[in-house]
Structures are given as structure tokens and as C-alpha cells.
């Protein structure tokens, strides 16, 4: 299994600009979230979705878009880039809630 | 509203064992308590999680307060490779993990 994976590992985008991160995994897992960690802070959650289908808002949506059409797919959509947006996002996901969370390696975003 | 408290920062020597607290006095009987830890420059990992009784696995060991409205993660010895930054991450709501601030442990040699 590769586990959770993300692309791009790194991006700058000019303020204005749109891009997709993307996230799958292939656990089969139900759970998946989106977090953004700025420097020296903790991660906050951007979106989480419970299964295909269906997703909801975490503490910080303002300015993502996500999707979740299948199990494996969780990407997240920045619409028109901003400085506050610099920050690196992390992609997780769990079978169900009583195990362990896997973590992506994260995608360093810089928007200039 | 839910809300967890933990130390910013505690200390440890290399070798001795480390308790680090949380309290999550809003949490329900049904809440798991879920322990990340996240070394520099990585992503968050699972370290342990519990519900009422104390759980150790190879990592760690979980005390949780008989009233559940405090954990405590111990390190039995603290390596040099254990500083990070501790999360505690009380389920409030069923379906969202949220991260707080946690606890940055440093580990003196």
C-alpha cells in the first residue's frame, strides 16, 4: 500500500491564481480530512468528508472548494490564491474513528 | 463549547519518563482521546487512543481519569527522537479530527 499520497509537493501561485491539491489514499478508508498548518502553528481543519459523496466544513473553509466523488479521491480546490493561503496542507485519512490517522507528506504552497 | 487544554511547552532530560496532560472536562462518555505526535519538519502520527481504561502500546502509555475529564501520555524514556509536538485530540464530534496547539516536548540529552 502506498498509503496516503499528495501532489504537488511544492507550488508557488501569484495571488489570484487557481489550483487543485490532490489527495488519494488506498486503505479504503471512509475517512478523509484536509488540514493547513502556517509556521510554528498547529493544524487547523479545512474540510473533512465522510465518504463518497459527502463532505463538510472543519474550522477554516473560507476560500477551499472539495470533492469527494470516489473512496480514493479528496482533493481540495483553491479558487482565486491568497497571501494567507501560504501554508502547507496536509491530507489525511482513517478506516473508521476508533484507529489510527494516516497522514500524506503534504504539499508546501506559497501564493506571492 | 469543547474545549482541551494542554501545556505549551515542557521539558525533559534523555532517558526519564515524561507525562504530558491534557484536560478535555466537556468530553462525553462516548468521546475516544486520540494522541498525534508531529516531529520537525514532518506530519502528524498516530502515538495512541483511548476510551476509559489506560492503553499501552509500543510507543506510549494512556492514563485517562476515572471522571475522563483528563489524560495524561507518558513516555516511559524519553530519546532524544521524541522531541515533537504532542497533540491530544478529544472526539468531541464524531465525524471532525481537530488539532489544537498542543505541546512542544524538547529533550535534553
Known amino acids: 500500500n502506498a498509503g496516503v499520497t499528495q501532489t504537488p509537493k511544492f507550488r508557488i501561485l501569484k495571488i489570484g491564481q487557481s489550483m487543485t491539491l490532490q489527495c488519494t489514499q488506498d486503505m479504503n478508508h471512509n475517512y478523509m480530512y484536509w488540514y493547513r498548518q502556517d509556521p510554528g502553528m498547529g493544524l487547523k481543519l479545512i474540510y473533512y468528508?465522510?465518504?463518497?459523496?459527502?463532505?463538510d466544513k472543519g474550522e477554516v473553509p473560507n476560500g477551499y472548494n472539495v470533492s469527494r466523488s470516489t473512496t480514493e479521491d479528496f482533493p481540495l480546490r483553491l479558487e482565486l490564491a491568497a497571501p494567507s493561503q501560504t501554508s502547507v496542507y496536509f491530507c489525511?485519512?482513517?478506516?473508521?474513528?476508533?484507529?489510527?490517522?494516516?497522514f500524506g507528506p503534504g504539499t508546501r504552497l506559497t501564493v506571492l | 463549547d469543547a474545549k482541551t487544554t494542554q501545556p505549551n511547552s515542557m521539558e525533559s532530560n534523555e532517558e526519564e519518563p515524561v507525562h504530558l496532560p491534557c484536560n478535555h472536562s466537556?468530553?462525553?462518555?462516548?468521546?475516544?482521546i486520540h494522541w498525534y505526535r508531529q516531529l520537525p519538519s514532518q506530519g502528524p502520527e498516530y502515538v495512541i487512543h483511548?476510551?476509559?481504561s489506560n492503553v499501552n502500546n509500543r510507543m506510549a502509555s494512556l492514563a485517562i481519569a476515572e471522571d475522563r475529564k483528563s489524560s495524561t501520555l507518558i513516555l516511559h524514556r524519553a530519546t532524544l527522537r521524541d522531541a515533537a509536538v504532542y497533540y491530544c485530540?478529544?472526539?468531541?464530534?464524531?465525524?471532525?479530527?481537530?488539532f489544537g496547539a498542543g505541546t512542544r516536548l524538547t529533550v535534553k540529552p
Open positions: 468528508s465522510v465518504g463518497a459523496g459527502i463532505t
Open positions: 485530540i478529544p472526539l468531541y464530534n464524531n465525524n471532525d479530527m481537530r
Open positions: 489525511a485519512s482513517v478506516g473508521d474513528l476508533y484507529n489510527e490517522q494516516f
Open positions: 483511548g476510551l476509559t
Open positions: 466537556t468530553i462525553s462518555g462516548t468521546d475516544y
